[in-house]
């Protein structure tokens, strides 16, 4: 992480920006200017990535937002608002289990519970902090940096369909789905794989298999849903012992937050009927819920009028994804640039956005910043 945030803060600097790594490892630039005034325009995107990904889910956007700023600044532009460029550290959330920590710290909402989350050697987030000098009793106590006058504006890959299937390289994001992340942790019995008869038996692995299936049936009663399991430990994990302890998450989206709530229910329910049927103790716990958001109509309206001077026509959608927009929208007027992936495909080595699209979404990202610093949406 700090070999990152350093590389990222000299690249700040030489685009010009005067920049620190905050404790988190949130890299913050700020464009000098004499004769810039509040509210503030804050761009930016994450910079870690999830296990096994490719390398444009978050860094891109970042990437953008500098490159930008510097062609600016090549230009002689004098902002009228301070600029700053955020590089979050942890928008993934995949060590704990918890997302938008960079964001959530920089707004001062961050969600202080997940101190206590372990990451998987058993390490609580506060030991971590703490350990690296961090005094966490004082969170969300200072004037945060992003406040509710500011606007946040963040570019980012598709991670969908969407553009290429349009045959478009930039689309403006209207909304962000609503997300909750669950953990359930099934108690069976392990015992001797050759020997222990069904009758016997108390599988955890079983069971949980019927669990995710009911999850993937979410799909069934709506399109608009998405349900993953994405992660799941087995113990022993031996191949000649009945499994007698499962863990897996369960990562649930919808694009409005009342969507969200009903497929929550629906979804107990289902889990419900499957632990009274196998009669096997059995933990749900709701790690993190996140409603959606409406990205700002003025923010969009100026998006529209840059993009379209770089594209044959401008479409707009909802991103399914969450983004640090989802969380800093709670705070400030937000709102987002998609730009087309190959293949709509994220979270994979292969994820892949042309040399081509990434020039079409540097120019039209300048446009964007000017157009919001000269003429800021009235709120
Ligand atoms: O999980 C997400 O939607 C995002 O990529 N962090
Ligand atoms: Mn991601
Ligand atoms: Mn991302």
């Not at 966490?136 to 991670?159: C, G």
């Amino acid at each position: 992480m700090d070999t990152a945030s350093k590389l990222i803060k000299s690249w700040m600097n030489n685009a010009g920006l005067i920049a620190t790594v905050d404790p988190m490892q949130n890299v913050i630039g700020s464009w000098p200017s004499e004769n810039a005034s509040s509210p503030s325009i804050h761009l930016g995107s994450h910079y870690d990535t999830v296990i096994n990904a490719g390398k444009y889910d978050g860094p891109l956007g970042l990437l953008l937002c500098i490159s930008a700023v510097e062609i600016l600044r090549l230009e002689g532009y004098e902002p009228k608002h301070f600029i700053n460029i955020l590089g979050f550290c942890d928008e993934e959330g995949i060590r704990f289990s918890s997302t938008f920590l960079g964001s959530s710290y920089l707004c001062g909402t961050f969600d202080l519970n997940f101190l206590d989350n372990r990451d998987s050697e058993g390490n609580t987030m506060r030991e971590l902090l703490e350990s690296r000098g961090m005094d966490t009793s004082q969170f969300n106590k200072a004037k945060p940096l992003i406040s509710k006058d500011d606007l946040f504006l963040e570019p980012h890959i598709e991670q969908g369909p969407v553009l290429e299937n349009l045959d478009l390289p930039l689309g403006v994001v209207t909304g962000i789905a609503a997300q909750s992340r669950i953990h359930v942790s099934i108690t069976g019995k392990s015992g001797h794989a050759g020997t222990t008869p069904l009758e016997l038996r108390k599988d955890a692995l079983t069971t949980a298999a019927e669990m995710i299936l009911a999850v993937e049936t979410l799909f069934d009663a709506n399109s608009n849903a998405r349900a993953t399991v994405g992660q799941i430990n087995n113990y022993p994990n031996a191949i000649n012992a009945i499994p007698g302890k499962v863990e897996f998450t369960i990562d649930l989206r919808h694009p409005v937050t009342a969507g969200l709530n009903q497929l929550k229910e629906e979804l107990l329910e289902k889990l419900n009927l499957i632990i009274q049927k196998r009669d096997l103790p059995c933990e749900i716990d709701f790690l993190q819920s996140v409603d959606s958001i409406t990205c700002d109509r003025g923010i969009q309206k100026a998006m529209n009028k840059a993009l379209a001077k770089h594209q044959k026509s401008v479409t707009s959608f909802t991103s399914g994804a969450g983004h640090d927009t989802l969380k800093i929208a709670q705070t400030c007027r937000s709102g987002m640039l998609f730009i087309r992936c190959r293949d709509g495909l994220s979270h994979h080595p292969d994820e892949y956005t042309s040399p081509e699209d990434i020039r079409v979404a540097l120019n039209a990202w300048v446009d964007v910043i000017r157009e919001l610093d000269q003429n800021f949406p009235e709120s």
